[in-house]
Nanobody, 121 residues
Framework: QGQLQESGGGLVQAGESLRLSCAGS???????LGWFRQTPGKEREFVAS????????DYTDSVKGRFTISRDNAKNTVYLQMNSLKPEDTANYYC???????????????WGQGTQVTVSS
């Protein structure tokens, strides 16, 4: 069993930054941690992931160079630093944990409730 809880979403203007946090517990801590996002009517989209040792990071192309994923295992927390935000980054952002990772949401076992990020132009 495990739980994930996101925080840090909000409303910002284009070009500004936000940092999302996700606190995990239980089985989530031994896994790959990641972030997905979803807008109404669309499938959940992979954003970024990080292995337990922090040695392997993956990003979707649209956020490379702007977003940075990190984790602090001592605090049981994963972060998503989002810089140079664009209106198209507007979505509900979900923290997730998986044994193997990857861009397919079906391979991720644990999910948070989501936090809304809105970027105005």
């Amino acid at each position: 069993q495990g739980q994930l809880q996101e925080s840090g979403g909000g409303l910002v203007q284009a070009g500004e930054s936000l940092r999302l946090s996700c606190a995990g517990s239980g089985d989530t801590l031994s896994n790959v941690l990641g972030w997905f996002r979803q807008t109404p009517g669309k499938e959940r989209e992979f954003v970024a992931s990080i292995t337990r040792d922090g040695g392997t990071l993956d990003y979707t192309d649209s956020v490379k160079g702007r977003f940075t994923i990190s984790r602090d295992n001592a605090k049981n927390t994963v972060y998503l630093q989002m810089n140079s935000l664009k209106p198209e980054d507007t979505a509900n952002y979900y923290c997730a944990a998986s044994r193997y990772g990857g861009p397919n949401a079906g391979f991720w076992n644990y999910w948070g409730q989501g936090t809304q990020v809105t970027v105005s132009s």
